[in-house]
Structure formats: structure tokens, C-alpha cells
């Protein structure tokens, strides 16, 4: 699972193995271990509601999709979700882009077997 932040926007990236993880268990999700003992986990998880969910609590970035787009995600073409989200007590919103794993076009020599070429290859 490949995370990427900027100014108000997460995007999350699932690779093949990660998407049939989440589809089994509801949850995906990553650390990063920092110098000092500090850990970043982000998690992609499936939530019965029906409005999308994110929250950073405790060094972990929580993001729920819904049930239904889950079940909508699972579907072969479909790539991904964008949403905003608001941002409490500002007029800001937090962009979100969940989306599986396509193979780097730069990086020539990255494994791309868990990625999902065969959707790269139709667009």
C-alpha cells in the first residue's frame, strides 16, 4: 500500500494481494517505523456507514470506505474513489483519492506483478 499527502489531500494506492486482503478481511494496512521508535500506521478499512471516514488519532491514519463503494470496488474496471471530505470548524476539505495500484511507467526495473496492469493497459 503506497501512501502520498500533500496540502490537504491523502491518496492511497492498494496493490492486487492488498485489494483481495481487504475484500476478505475489510482492512489493509502499513507502518513506517521512524529513528526513535516512532510509527506511522495508515489503514484502509471497510465501515457499515455510509458516508466515508477519515481520522488521524494516535499516529494512525484511519480512512473508512463504505460498504458499498467497497463492494463497487471489487468490480475488475473499476480503478478507484475520490472524495472531499470536510474539514470540522474550516470552509477546507480533505481530498481523498483511494485507488489500485497501477505499475510505475518510470521505474523500469520495479516488480509489477502485484500491480494492476491489466487496467494500465486499457486506459
Same mark, same amino acid.
Given at each position: =500500500?503506497?501512501?502520498?499527502?500533500?496540502? *490537504? *489531500?491523502?491518496?492511497?494506492?492498494?496493490?492486487? *494481494? !492488498?485489494?483481495?486482503?481487504?475484500?476478505?478481511?475489510?482492512?489493509?494496512? !502499513? /507502518?513506517?517505523?521512524?529513528?526513535?521508535? *516512532? #510509527?506511522?500506521?495508515? +489503514? %484502509?478499512?471497510? #465501515?457499515?456507514?455510509?458516508?466515508?471516514?477519515?481520522? %488521524?488519532? $494516535?499516529?494512525?491514519?484511519?480512512?473508512? =470506505?463504505? !460498504?458499498? /463503494?467497497?463492494? %463497487?470496488? =471489487?468490480?475488475? @474496471?473499476?480503478?478507484?474513489?475520490?472524495?472531499?471530505?470536510?474539514? +470540522?470548524?474550516? &470552509? +477546507?476539505? %480533505?481530498?481523498?483519492?483511494?485507488?489500485? $495500484?497501477?505499475?510505475?511507467?518510470?521505474?523500469?526495473? !520495479?516488480?509489477?506483478?502485484?500491480?494492476? /496492469?491489466?487496467? +494500465? @493497459?486499457? &486506459?
Amino acid at each position: =500500500m503506497k501512501l502520498r499527502c500533500t496540502t *490537504s *489531500s491523502v491518496r492511497i494506492r492498494i496493490r492486487r *494481494s !492488498e485489494l483481495e486482503l481487504f475484500d476478505r478481511e475489510g482492512r489493509v494496512a !502499513e /507502518q513506517v517505523h521512524f529513528p526513535g521508535g *516512532s #510509527i506511522l500506521t495508515f +489503514a %484502509l478499512e471497510r #465501515i457499515s456507514g455510509l458516508a466515508w471516514e477519515a481520522a %488521524l488519532t $494516535d499516529g494512525t491514519l484511519r480512512i473508512g =470506505m463504505p !460498504e458499498a /463503494q467497497a463492494e %463497487l470496488w =471489487m468490480h475488475p @474496471d473499476r480503478v478507484g474513489f475520490e472524495e472531499q471530505l470536510p474539514v +470540522a470548524g474550516k &470552509s +477546507a476539505t %480533505l481530498h481523498l483519492l483511494i485507488e489500485k $495500484d497501477f505499475p510505475c511507467l518510470h521505474r523500469t526495473n !520495479e516488480d509489477k506483478t502485484d500491480t494492476f /496492469q491489466d487496467l +494500465a @493497459d486499457r &486506459s
